[in-house]
Nanobody, 123 residues
């Protein structure tokens, strides 16, 4: 069973950048598809991006396409979310997720979750 720990969140001004990391342990990292979700105050958790086992295929939500990039380093058991051109509406708790299958964009499809890291974008 894989455990996930996110890091890299913080406070940034609009237009700035952050890189989130998610370190995995307890499983064979390269066998898990990885994803990022986010949840803003008062809103449901929403899909941000996902990447397959090898990193050869990824998909991002329209709201972040062209600004956020998901990547992974299987040697370091870590998945990243590079966030550029941040907007106030990107403020949320960001969660890392994992699953043995290259699943879709719905929360229920993902079997493992981290505790989240707060990202706050100020105007």
């Amino acid at each position: 069973q894989v455990q996930l720990v996110e890091s890299g969140g913080g406070l940034v001004q609009a237009g700035g950048s952050l890189r989130l990391s998610c370190a995995a342990s307890g499983g064979t990292f390269s066998r898990y598809a990885m994803g990022w979700f986010r949840q803003a105050p008062g809103k449901e958790r929403e899909f941000v991006a996902r990447i397959n086992w090898s990193g050869s295929s990824s998909y991002s939500a329209d709201s972040v396409k062209g600004r956020f990039t998901i990547s992974r380093d299987n040697r370091k058991n870590t998945v990243y979310l590079q966030m550029n051109s941040l907007k106030v509406e990107d403020t949320a708790v960001y969660y890392c997720a994992a699953d043995r299958s290259f699943v879709g964009s719905a929360q229920y499809e993902w079997g493992y979750w981290g505790q989240g890291t707060q990202v706050t974008v100020s105007s």
